[in-house]
């Protein structure tokens, strides 16, 4: 998907939302257990509601990975059945993914070639040739990580070097890479009065924003710091909506509480 | 398998080779690609050829996933058929992951529970919640990425904060969440000159070192400035062993390189 698209969807759609597939048997309501294959039968149900209300989907690989060949099967169904419904999109794999150039160049065939995923989430910490592999591919879109939700993202990030923090030096340097056109930024909600600063360092680029709702970040705040004027944020939500309840009615329930975080998001877009 | 155990291993098979599985369609003798499954059935010759000449193993999880599910069946059958040959082996799952603590855990199921590796590679930019969900299993390892073998390392690697390298950090912090019987450190064979000194700050942990052979680094260097008493390093190497000889004679020429760098190393193991 194109810059320009993305920004047409999030104006047609009137929000930024992204929703995460995090999909974790212990989790889904009890009822799917039965199903024949119940993670791909919970992101169907939760796509089904939410697709509407949302811009994108971000499955954490980790939870597919975890249940082996079941897990990878229900992921690539899961985007097939995303793609068939032919409504645009924004899918981004959230891999965190980062390795030497000729390794990197698989992990993009993975996720650009084998799946049709729009973006990956890239670590930084192996420099250029880890990242530039993804950038090869054309409307395709790496997202690395810059300054995470977690509590760790204190320990190494942090560190201040040559007046700048670790997260402040991979924004920078990987803007020689990259362009607003095919990379983004993972900038932890849980930072909210950081905002303002890495939008002035990063000012075109897309971030992705995790962290608001379970992790405790601050949506308004997000908002009002790190908008530019093309939106410039997509702000993921996954245990506040997809496990918002564990009954019967979790899909029509998911589709609620999308719509209470798009009622939010609403005076921002415009 | 104990840090005890895998000294044993490395004395009695009079080596620290670990071969790299980085099983690749493209590159395989050409008359595999017949066999049911020609990912599992190379990994198959080249683990009967080499076993006895090695102390471990290290598929890259990266060229399993590039073939979706049928990659990841190989991957699965890989690690099952070594275990099945009850020898001791160390198994490196090279998948780099690091994730938010939650999602981290869920990778730690992957690779110990789900399979049988001995060993994660973790990637460090998220810091200690991403780290410390795969300590927690006895007898299994962590391997963090310290300086790693790629040029992109000098990238945010070498950047330079409170007099020590971001690699220096970060070997030094994560030293507070494990010990040297559950972290290792990836140290690259591509910086022979930085072995003495990572040496001075990780005095008893195992380094695993990529970068010998196709990609340039000093197995001499490397011995004599990075042993320890322990012997203290897992040297791997992938192409120049697996991927020596493009015909029906693979495994005999592949066992024949392993031979080789033995040989290379016999003179520091006593």
């Given at each position: 998907m194109h810059r320009a698209e993305l920004i047409a969807l999030i104006r047609q759609r009137n929000t930024m939302l992204c929703v995460g597939l995090d999909t974790d048997l212990q989790l889904i309501p009890k009822?799917?257990?039965?199903?024949?294959?119940?993670?791909?039968?919970?992101?169907?149900?939760?796509?089904?509601a939410t697709i509407d209300y949302c811009v994108a989907y971000k499955p954490n690989i980790a939870f597919y990975e975890a249940f082996g060949t079941k897990g990878w099967i229900a992921l690539e169904k899961t985007v097939e059945y995303i793609r068939s419904l032919n409504k645009p999109v924004f899918l981004i794999a959230d891999a965190k993914r980062g390795d030497i150039g000729n390794t990197s160049k698989m992990y993009a065939r993975t996720f650009f070639e084998h799946m049709d995923f729009d973006a990956v989430t890239v670590a930084p910490y192996m420099g250029e040739d880890s990242v530039t592999p993804f950038l090869e591919y054309k409307n395709k879109w790496v997202i690395v990580l810059g300054l995470t939700s977690n509590k760790g993202s204190n320990d190494f990030q942090m560190l201040r070097s040559e007046d700048q923090f670790l997260y402040e030096h991979v924004i920078t340097k990987t803007q020689?890479?990259?362009?607003?056109?095919?990379?983004?930024?993972v900038i932890g909600a849980t930072h909210p009065e950081k905002f303002k600063e890495i939008r002035s360092i990063a000012k075109d680029h897309f971030f992705l924003v995790p962290g608001v709702g379970a992790q405790g970040g601050d949506l308004n705040q997000v908002c009002a710091n790190g908008m530019n004027d093309d939106f410039?944020?997509?702000?993921?939500?996954?245990?506040q909506i997809i496990y918002a309840s564990g009954g019967e009615d979790f899909a029509a329930v998911a589709q609620s509480q999308a719509l209470d975080v798009n009622l939010q998001m609403k005076q921002y877009i415009r």
């Amino acid at each position: 998907m194109h810059r320009a698209e993305l920004i047409a969807l999030i104006r047609q759609r009137n929000t930024m939302l992204c929703v995460g597939l995090d999909t974790d048997l212990q989790l889904i309501p009890k009822h799917l257990l039965q199903a024949e294959d119940p993670i791909f039968e919970f992101n169907k149900q939760i796509v089904d509601a939410t697709i509407d209300y949302c811009v994108a989907y971000k499955p954490n690989i980790a939870f597919y990975e975890a249940f082996g060949t079941k897990g990878w099967i229900a992921l690539e169904k899961t985007v097939e059945y995303i793609r068939s419904l032919n409504k645009p999109v924004f899918l981004i794999a959230d891999a965190k993914r980062g390795d030497i150039g000729n390794t990197s160049k698989m992990y993009a065939r993975t996720f650009f070639e084998h799946m049709d995923f729009d973006a990956v989430t890239v670590a930084p910490y192996m420099g250029e040739d880890s990242v530039t592999p993804f950038l090869e591919y054309k409307n395709k879109w790496v997202i690395v990580l810059g300054l995470t939700s977690n509590k760790g993202s204190n320990d190494f990030q942090m560190l201040r070097s040559e007046d700048q923090f670790l997260y402040e030096h991979v924004i920078t340097k990987t803007q020689q890479w990259g362009t607003p056109e095919n990379l983004m930024f993972v900038i932890g909600a849980t930072h909210p009065e950081k905002f303002k600063e890495i939008r002035s360092i990063a000012k075109d680029h897309f971030f992705l924003v995790p962290g608001v709702g379970a992790q405790g970040g601050d949506l308004n705040q997000v908002c009002a710091n790190g908008m530019n004027d093309d939106f410039g944020l997509l702000i993921n939500s996954t245990r506040q909506i997809i496990y918002a309840s564990g009954g019967e009615d979790f899909a029509a329930v998911a589709q609620s509480q999308a719509l209470d975080v798009n009622l939010q998001m609403k005076q921002y877009i415009r």
